[in-house]
């Protein structure tokens, strides 16, 4: 996901900021992420997105904006991807989580 360090900025919604990230599938067994927004000790943080669920097919991008509750900006530290793998046969699956720290 991009950018690394993403940064919040207002909203057209009073007490609602916002910021906008990208996500590219390098992944050719994976179709599907979700999103989500946390604190340092790894625990949700509530937010708005178009998003909870993201399909992105292999090699594709996708932009989406997150919206958090502006009372919520000290506690939110990471916005992260966690790859939804299909099991199908019984070989190893890898699932990924991936998160860019919020400045």
């Not at 946390?38 to 178009?50: A, E, I, L, R, Y």
């Not at 998003?51 to 992105?56: E, N, T």
């Not at 506690?75 to 966690?82: E, N």
């Not at 070989?91 to 860019?100: D, E, R, Y």
Request: hydrophobic residues 30%.
């Amino acid at each position: 996901m991009t950018p690394t360090y993403p940064e919040w900025y207002p909203s057209h919604v009073q007490g609602v900021v916002k910021t906008t990230m990208e996500l590219f599938n390098k992944r050719q067994d994976v179709e599907y992420y979700e999103i989500s927004v946390t604190d340092k000790q790894g625990d949700p943080v509530p937010f708005v997105s178009s998003y909870k669920i993201a399909h992105v097919k292999y090699l594709q991008h996708m932009k989406f904006e997150i919206y958090i509750n502006s009372d919520d900006v000290p506690r939110a530290q990471y916005i992260c991807s966690r790859s939804k793998l299909k099991g199908e046969g019984t070989a190893t699956l890898l699932s990924s989580k991936i998160c860019s720290k919020i400045r």
